[in-house]
């Protein structure tokens, strides 16, 4: 019998936030990058009625049926299972897939199944899985029957046409506000607790990022939100968006952030932070219909901003830009 460990609980808090970052490819329109091994299920809340969105692996598809099936990496305890069980009824991408979906919870005989073949394909990925369930896994027959026992293991069948209802451009616009609200929220909570954890020491410590200092980074990310509602709205009037060559546009950005974090103070970036979300959330509200499609050309910053943005992508983005700025900061705070 495999040897029983302390389980793995599930991100909480700003580790939660790197776990999501996946999600944000597939909402900026990358998704396929991940191939067919993953895919994004769309849920809703079972208790806020709002929509939400999980990355799982797959841990294979039947193309016979076209039935996926997920396993559920931190037991009964996860979010989105306990949203499936209330609600069933959801939608996945797989690659440039959509798929209409109701989720079903296989028996123990049939995880068992599922994991017996996924051993034979990933052997290093159901070691992990176990792991994460408190069991040293060493590939036997007794681990895998033992590990289908509490791992819940999800298949999503393709509903039936006649069971799909399509959703109205009003509704179309509130999911999508509804889901870029949640997403900011998630990454204001996660900030301040980024900011929570520096110390003084910390605000002037060089980040893994060369171009600034931690403080520098933390002013960055409160200034860039600031900067993003006036933006949007400068698009949403028609009116055309300066462009200005990576070549200069990164020196700049690199100088403006430096000047302006030199009399920068935790509390101050707060305010500055906040009241950038409080102004990113009314210039939401504002938007409907082709408003999420209009658009401006940007300079090549990163590996995400570069070339022609929609407002919808903009919005997105800015998560994807925090969670590479807080990354470079933890990695500081680790040395």
Known sequence: MPTKTAKRQPPTDLSRLFY???????RI?????????????????RKSGLPR?????VVRHDEETDTYIVASGFGEKSDWFKNIQHNPQVEIEVGRRHLQVTAERLTPEEAEQEL???AGRHPRALRTLAGYFGY???GTGDDIHALAQELPMIAFRPRQPAEVSDHT????DLDKRKQIRAE????????????????????????ANPAWTNGELMYHMAFSLERLPPEIDWIHKGRPFPELPAVLFNPFNVVVTRIGARLATPESVTRKYDAGHAATLAALNRLEGDDWHKG????????????YRTIEWMLHYFSIHFAEHAAQITRAMAR
């Open 184 to 207: 900011l929220e998630a990454t204001r909570i996660a900030f301040h607790q980024l900011l929570d954890r520096l110390s003084d020491a910390d605000w002037s410590r060089q980040s």
């Open 116 to 118: 017996l073949d996924y």
């Open 136 to 138: 040293d896994y060493s």
């Open 296 to 307: 401006a050309t940007f300079p090549t910053v990163d590996q995400w901003l570069g070339g």
């Open 20 to 26: 999501r970052a996946p999600i944000l490819l597939y």
């Open 29 to 45: 329109g990358l998704g396929w990058v991940l191939g067919e091994r993953f895919l994004l299920l769309h849920h809703t809340g």
């Open 53 to 57: 969105e999980t990355v799982l692996e």
């Open 169 to 172: 451009p009003q509704q179309r």
